[in-house]
Every structure is written in structure tokens, then in C-alpha cells.
């Protein structure tokens, strides 16, 4: 038995100790500088906001940086736990957004090369504090064994992608690597940084037919997020663009995208403009998509 699979059967033994009414989300990308983090950030407050109960897992294991967007300095990381100095609930924060983190360990890039038993270790103790109803786990970029873990452990996967070339091919290869270590995972798209509907519409097409044709796994089209000045700008800030621009085009998107994940129907965040063209269009494809089934 190789190392990815015995990892999965170890994974496996610990889940009936999970609570079922915790849903985890991993969110990755093919590539770096997709904006996954920031996203993932924005994506973990509007669930709260919701009142959805949320702890937010920086497992970007030797370049995290949750904790920045955030602009907040942890006392303890999960080197501290990897290490086995503290237990996972001990390193939880909350913070003032609403959700619960548990930050990374920037810096430590050994973390990066887990062994089989560490990762293992690692992923039996979220059974600890899986009590809330969502564990959003923002994993690194690429496919590497550990994030294929992270990913392959997670009840559901989002890949966040760009328009840009290298970065839907690079949204392709993490598909196909998820693909090839398990194909029961539902795997879901966010298109980011779209300049028009209809580019977030054809990219994220054009990923869904080709997975569908060369991999036979399936694909949802979750949404997009519009380009926003707002997003950079909140980055710099060191504060979540969801936060700083409540009711920019990238936030009004997010919410959005959040009602979808959490089954909510869509909330009022602007009143006409973007928001309710936005929520609109979601709507229509919602029910174009329920016709086709």
C-alpha cells in the first residue's frame, strides 16, 4: 500500500469521530497569486455573518498568512502543534469578524514536508474542536502531498482560479490530482478576479467540459468574484475587503457565493446596481441548472 493511500485509510479510521454536522470545505489552487487567501478569509466571515458558527484552518504549511490579511500576531501556530508542544484547541483564536483561526507556521517550511504520520496525526486532531458548522481549510497552492491530504480529507474541495492562462491550467493539474486520489469529492470552482460575467461564465466552462471530458469528474460552477480595486487595497490595510468594503463588487460577490455554499436564500447587501444584477444572474443559473437535471 503506498504512503497517499494508507494516509487515506488512516484519515478514514479517526472520521466516524467527527461530528456530521460540521462541513469541510478545503479551498486550494493550482497556483500561488490567485487570491485564494484573501478569498478564503472573506468567504469564512460572510458564512458567519449568517450565523454559521466558523473556524477558518491556515493549513498553508510553511507560507501562511491567514494571520496578516487578518493583521493579527498569534502567540501559537501549528508548528507548536506539529511539534507536539500544543494541542489544536489550544492554538485557536477568535477574532473580531465573527469567525475562530488557527494560524499557520509561516516561515517554518520544514512543515512543508510532513511525514505520513504527521499529516495523519495532524488531521485526526480537527476531530477535537469539529463542532462547528463549517471548518474551511485554506491549503497551499500546487499538488503537493499535503495538500492533496488536506484536500482529499475535506467534504468538499473549492479551486479558486483566475482567467488567466497559467492559472486555469494550473486549476486543471489540481483537479486532475484530486481526481487521481479519489473520485467521489465534490469539487466545486470559483473563477476570481473576472473582469465581465461572461469571462467568469466561459472560464470556468471551459475547465468544467474539459474535466468532464479527460477526467469524467464533475464540476460545479460555484461563482465568480469581479476584479476589485477594493480587494489589493484591504490587503494592504491588513484587513478582510468584506470588511473594509462591505459593499464593494468583490464583497457583494462573496455573499453571494456564501448563501449558495450554506443553502441560504440570497441576501439584500446593496440595494439594485451590482447586487441585485449579481444575485439575478445566480438565480437564473440556479434554475437553468435544476431544468437540465
Not at 483561526?101 to 514536508?113: D, K, M, R, S, V
Request: aromatic content about 6%; proline content about 3%; overall charge positive.
Amino acid at each position: 500500500m503506498d504512503q497517499a493511500a494508507n494516509l487515506r485509510r488512516l484519515v478514514v479510521a479517526k472520521k466516524d469521530t467527527i461530528p456530521s454536522n460540521t462541513r469541510s470545505i478545503a479551498i486550494t489552487s493550482g497556483k500561488g497569486g490567485v487570491g485564494k487567501t484573501s478569498l478564503a478569509v472573506s468567504l469564512s466571515i460572510a458564512l458567519a455573518k449568517g450565523n454559521a458558527s466558523v473556524t477558518l484552518l491556515d493549513a498553508d504549511l510553511g507560507l501562511a498568512n491567514i494571520n496578516v490579511i487578518l493583521g493579527i500576531i498569534p502567540k501559537f501556530n501549528l508548528y507548536h502543534v506539529i511539534k507536539g508542544k500544543k494541542k489544536l484547541k489550544d492554538i485557536v483564536i477568535e477574532v473580531p469578524e465573527g469567525i475562530k483561526i488557527i494560524a499557520g507556521a509561516a516561515g517554518f517550511h520544514q512543515l512543508a514536508n510532513l511525514n505520513e504520520k504527521q499529516r495523519a496525526d495532524f488531521i485526526s486532531e480537527l476531530s477535537e474542536i469539529a463542532n462547528d458548522d463549517f471548518l474551511i481549510v485554506d491549503t497551499g497552492a500546487g499538488v503537493s502531498q499535503n495538500v492533496l491530504s488536506f484536500l482529499t480529507s475535506s467534504d468538499e474541495i473549492i479551486v479558486v482560479t483566475t482567467p488567466e492562462p497559467t492559472a486555469i491550467t494550473d486549476a486543471y493539474g489540481i483537479i486532475k490530482s484530486i481526481a487521481s486520489q479519489s473520485t467521489d469529492k465534490t469539487i466545486k470552482l470559483i473563477v476570481n478576479r473576472c473582469q465581465s460575467v461572461s469571462e467568469g461564465k466561459r472560464v470556468a466552462q471551459r475547465i468544467i467540459n474539459i474535466a468532464g471530458q479527460f477526467l469524467n469528474i464533475k464540476v460545479e460552477n460555484l461563482g465568480f468574484v469581479f476584479d476589485d480595486i477594493s480587494v489589493p487595497k484591504s490587503v494592504r490595510s491588513q484587513k478582510p475587503f468584506i470588511v473594509s468594503y462591505p459593499k464593494c463588487k468583490a464583497s457583494v460577490c462573496v455573499n453571494i457565493i456564501a448563501d449558495k455554499i450554506a443553502n441560504r436564500e440570497p441576501g439584500n447587501y446593496q440595494n439594485g446596481g451590482i447586487s441585485g444584477f449579481v444575485k439575478k444572474l445566480f438565480a437564473s443559473r440556479a434554475e437553468n441548472e435544476s431544468d437540465e437535471e
